[in-house]
């Protein structure tokens, strides 16, 4: 029995991360769309969780079947990590709690039966990443988000340790129909709990041009808990 758990197991991971590698993409917010396994429904598809914070979704089996015999099992528990904290009937509650940046893919399936199995998608973030499809200075030159991630700020000095991680963004041209506007900029926020702005970011491109990808790198600031880049 154990060897055919951890024989289980095993290929719940491989399908996890093989479903990570197809998913992976920056994940700006948590989804409504269940997750609709084989006789099983999650209230969600994919979760974006905060650095401190801990959310919670529900799986329901169908009929009358039993949800406390429901398990979790999460591809990077670095990541983050996912209890049972309540069941009623055929419904289980769980609490995604935040444990590192990164993204991975938990599964719930029935320890009765394997095949009774589904899929969400966690994207833990040190902030929350508010960034609209499209930003810029006008309506006819805008940029879409490429790819953003953090690493560890790398200042160590007395006088410097203000910041916990470095935000290293990529955003594309996806539109440029003014040449009048090719020095392109918008402007970026970092907001502390209480929504008071602790620094402000320009991003910017000096010479625009459809299809080029642009990079900028900034501080985030220790209270820092939500970043947001102005839209139209």
């Not at 997750?35 to 429904?41: D, E, P």
């Not at 905060?50 to 919670?56: I, K, P, Y």
């Not at 899929?119 to 902030?127: C, E, G, K, N, R």
């Not at 041009?209 to 900028?216: D, L, N, T």
């Amino acid at each position: 029995m154990k060897k055919f758990l951890k024989i289980f197991l095993n290929s719940i991971l491989m399908t996890a991360l093989m479903l990570s590698v197809v998913t992976a993409s920056p994940a700006m917010s948590v989804s409504a769309k269940e997750s609709v396994g084989n006789g099983l429904i999650l209230s969600t598809d994919s979760i974006v969780i905060a650095e401190g914070a801990s959310v919670t979704f529900t799986a329901v089996l169908a009929g009358d079947a039993d949800a406390s015999r429901l398990a979790c099992v999460v591809a990077d528990p670095a990541v983050a990590s996912i209890t049972p904290v309540a069941y009623a009937a055929n419904a289980a509650a769980y609490q995604v709690t935040y444990g590192a940046g990164g993204s991975t893919i938990a599964a719930i399936y029935h320890l009765d039966n394997p095949e009774v199995v589904a899929y969400v998608t966690v994207s833990a973030t040190p902030l929350i990443m508010q960034i609209p499809a499209k930003f810029g200075t006008n309506h006819e030159n805008y940029c879409s988000l490429v790819s953003y991630e953090f690493v560890p700020y790398d200042f160590t000095y007395a006088d410097f340790n203000d910041y916990k991680a470095t935000l290293n963004i990529k955003y594309q041209c996806t539109s440029y129909k003014d040449d009048e506007f090719n020095k392109w900029g918008c402007y970026g926020y970092f907001y502390d709990a209480a929504g008071n702005v602790l620094s402000k970011v320009h991003l910017y491109a000096s010479s625009l041009a459809k299809g080029r990808v642009y990079h900028s790198e900034f501080h985030v600031p220790v209270n820092a808990v939500r970043f947001s880049v102005e839209g139209f």
